[in-house]
């Protein structure tokens, strides 16, 4: 079994040690993405409708680098800071994730650099 690192500057490099993504048997396991915007290294947006469009820009340079796409989305996990913001959450996650993979969303305490949202994906290639 051959096991790909993924890794791109189109998205946040790793914060620890860890790889962006890997691709093992035909698979991509994207490791979860926050609101870093990958230009500056920082968090730009204070709002859930912000930092998850930028999430989502982050997962998709990652899929892509991986060779991969969203619409090849088999399993998301989803982490909220408050689940008050699920309603907004839902309505960008939307916008990128039309085939509707397989999804779990929990709320947590606490998030990498206090950001509100996290998300990682599993995909085919």
Do not use: H, W
């Not at 093992?24 to 998850?52: F, K, L, R």
């Amino acid at each position: 079994m051959s096991i790909q690192k993924i890794n791109t500057q189109s998205a946040p490099a790793a914060i620890g040690p860890y790889s962006q993504a890997v691709v093992c048997s035909g698979m991509v396991y994207t490791s979860g993405q926050i609101a870093i915007n990958p230009a500056t290294n920082t968090v730009e947006a204070s709002d859930i409708v912000g930092q998850t469009e930028q999430i989502m820009k982050n997962l998709g340079e990652v899929l892509a680098a991986a060779g991969s796409s969203f619409d090849k989305a088999v399993k998301t996990t989803c982490y909220l800071a408050d689940m008050n913001d699920f309603a907004a959450f839902n309505e960008i996650y939307g916008k990128y994730f039309t085939s509707k993979p397989a999804r779990s969303c929990v709320a947590v305490k606490t998030l990498p650099k206090n950001v509100l949202a996290e998300v990682d994906v599993i995909a085919s290639l």
